[in-house]
């Protein structure tokens, strides 16, 4: 989303370039006039993309769909399951827009490593030049961070109440979900909720 001042940018160089060839110098009322409809369109893109809501978390019994659902003979490349037995814990924050959920992964969990920097720069380049076609590559959303791995999930117009209601009905009871008051706590690394002595893990309630 955010190549796109650098399109309109571009486009307005482009614009002031061709008034001078065409036309001579351009009046400073018509390139203040053509520069401010670009400005206002860009705004208006940006802040329509920036708002947009999309069904890319579903959760059931079988574990934690993320990414769109889509009809592409390679779904993989768009979504990625997470299984229940690969969750580690569950941590989550009220937003501004909803909840952050943080989904913590366990050491055997298969982890879909993202792009190294050199990677991210050509695919920026690729989707600057190209938009239509870098642009339908893997989410960020299906790629987790490191240390720990974790998937960062925005889960809009919802309350931490609510979702933990429904995540209530589909996780396993031994599985923890915690809400954290301050969305800065999910900087630190998730600890486990500690099992009474003599008491096997995920047997308490």
Known sequence: MWLIPVWFAIVGVLVLYAGHRIGGQI??????????????????????LATVRRHAFRVSANGIWLGCRTSRSRPRLRQVHVAWTDVAQMRMAATGYGVLLEIGLTPAARIMQRPSL????????????????????????????????????????????QLRHVLGTVKPPELAVRTLT???????????APHPVGQPAGAGR
Do not use: N
């Open 27 to 48: 009046p400073p009322w018509l390139a203040a006039t053509e520069l401010g409809g670009l400005l206002l369109a860009c705004l208006t893109v940006i802040c329509a």
């Open 118 to 161: 050199g990677q991210q720069v050509l695919l920026l380049l690729g989707v600057l030049v190209m938009p239509v076609g870098f642009g339908r590559g893997r989410p960020g959303l299906t790629a987790p961070r490191k240390d720990p791995p974790c998937y960062m999930v925005k889960v809009c117009d919802v309350t931490p109440p």
């Open 182 to 192: 301050k969305r800065s706590g999910m900087r630190s690394p998730a600890v486990p």
